[in-house]
């Protein structure tokens, strides 16, 4: 039998390691990590803007208004006005029922009268102890109970009147009464209807009220305005336009998300009836670094950040996402104002099936289409 060398048998343990070796990588089943597909893409190239002019709609409605509560409740008695009619200063409007009340007024009185007749007994009492005083028909003890007594029945006689004061509020306030000279806007409640204390029966607004517009923006809009702003407000049906100040912005969002922003018109607001509708234009300033994006490049995480997926500009081969903020929507797509700088390009369309740094190839010109 032959026999190995030792250099053949060095050969031979070398081979077998390295046969071993093969068989470990191949009966692991595990293959190395693959990169995305290359997907061919449609691009835009970022445009800039400039300050540019935005559009809301609004409602006008009386800087001086009112909505008219009873401060008791019950059910309505009666409504004396109609929707649209002028007011006087101190005019009867509406009643409750006001038997409750009458009621509660002539017990609070009687409680008043037994406290009274107590006070008068009392009073007496203390009288003619005090005159026997010396003479040892009485001690000092008992002058000390007449005193105290006197004293309680004082005291109840000025809780019962307090009573009938809080009564007789009561029965007035069952009465609502105009505060001002002005006209109905509407009616909130029906007779026979029940209304709790402090729930709206009547809106009322003061005839000779300036009128302002009531709007809703975004909070990156919100950030962009400041008071004393021009506004041009148009009206929906008529066409007629005048210019308003903004004088309040809201610093809570309401369900929408959106913030209220009030403003008031300058000139003569005879045109303009609270309640109708109008349209709010503004210039949005400080719009030099924002940019237009199309709706189709962004995409929505989970977590509510927005992103798009943006050339890299040193090969052009592959995408970056990157996160932008959105400060509010065009005719053509959406304002950008932090995140995307003028000139760079982004995908725009297909963008659910990136993923960042992923290989890319751009479409000829004027291809739109997303080519899976």
Not at 44 to 70: M, N
Not at 194 to 208: C, H, K, N, S, T
Request: charged fraction near 20%.
């Amino acid at each position: 039998m032959a026999e190995f060398s030792q250099t053949n048998c060095h050969k031979y343990h070398v081979l077998l390691g390295l046969l071993f070796n093969a068989s470990l990588v191949a009966c692991s089943g595990q293959d190395e990590p693959q990169l995305p597909n290359e997907r061919t893409v449609a691009v835009t190239e970022v445009q800039s803007v400039a300050a540019t002019q935005r559009r809301y709609p609004g409602t006008l409605r009386a800087v001086d208004r009112s909505d008219l509560a009873f401060e008791v409740g019950g059910p309505v008695s009666s409504m004396n006005v109609e929707l649209g009619d002028s007011i006087e200063p101190g005019q009867l409007l509406a009643t409750i029922d006001p038997t409750p009340f009458r009621l509660a007024l002539d017990a609070s009185q009687a409680n008043l009268n037994n406290a009274r007749a107590e006070l008068t007994d009392a009073e007496q009492d203390f009288a003619r102890r005090e005159s026997l005083l010396g003479t040892g028909a009485v001690s000092q003890s008992s002058i000390d109970q007449a005193s105290a007594r006197l004293e309680r029945a004082r005291s109840q006689v000025a809780a019962r009147q307090a009573e009938v004061a809080s009564a007789e509020d009561q029965l007035s306030d069952a009465n609502l009464l105009a505060p001002f000279a002005g006209r109905v806007a509407a009616r909130l409640a029906e007779p026979y209807q029940v209304v709790a204390a402090g729930a709206p029966v009547l809106r009322v607004i003061d005839e000779g009220s300036a009128i302002e517009a009531v709007i809703s923006v975004s909070g990156a809009v919100r950030r962009e305005l400041n008071n004393g702003q021009t506004v041009t407000l148009e009206h929906n049906s008529s066409g007629t336009s005048a210019l308003g100040q903004i004088v309040e912005i809201g610093a809570e969002a309401n369900r929408a998300g959106m913030f209220p922003v009030i403003v008031q018109i300058d000139a003569d607001a005879s045109a303009f009836i609270p309640g109708e509708s109008i349209e709010a234009s503004f210039i949005m300033g400080n719009a030099a670094d924002a940019v237009n994006v199309p709706i189709t490049a962004f995409v929505t995480h989970t977590d509510g950040n927005t992103w798009v997926y943006v050339i890299d500009n040193e090969n052009g081969t592959r995408v970056t996402q990157r996160e932008v903020e959105i400060t509010d929507l065009a005719d053509e797509g959406a304002i950008v104002s932090s995140g995307l700088n003028a000139g760079e390009l982004i995908v725009v369309r297909g963008v659910d099936l990136l993923e960042d740094g992923q290989s890319v190839s751009i479409s000829g010109a004027g291809t739109a289409r997303y080519i899976q």
